[in-house]
């Protein structure tokens, strides 16, 4: 590797705040906030999802609706329908 052109590889933790988990990971982000977790200090960043709240990953099943695509927009556009 060339010196100089590659960004600091450092230990930062993360934060799933949906879940209330926390990962290190190696990373090149930068974030100016930090926090200590089990003894050490470490850069600290929030996710909204990760893999421990995502819904693939947990196996939680989440319906919107019950209504497919093409129901759903004759129910929206029903009263445009013309009558011959």
Do not use: C, W
């Not at 930062?12 to 930090?34: C, E, M, R």
């Not at 200090?41 to 893999?51: A, E, G, N, R």
């Amino acid at each position: 590797m060339r010196p100089g052109i590659h960004p600091d590889y450092q230990q930062v933790l993360f934060h799933d705040t949906n879940a209330d988990v926390y990962f290190v990971i190696g990373s090149t982000l930068k974030p100016t906030q930090t926090r200590e977790y089990e003894g050490q200090t470490y850069p600290y960043v929030t996710l909204d999802i990760s893999s421990a709240s995502h819904p693939f990953y947990t196996g939680e099943q989440r319906q919107t609706s019950n209504e497919g695509r093409v129901a759903s927009f004759n129910k929206r556009f029903a009263r445009f329908k013309r009558s011959h």
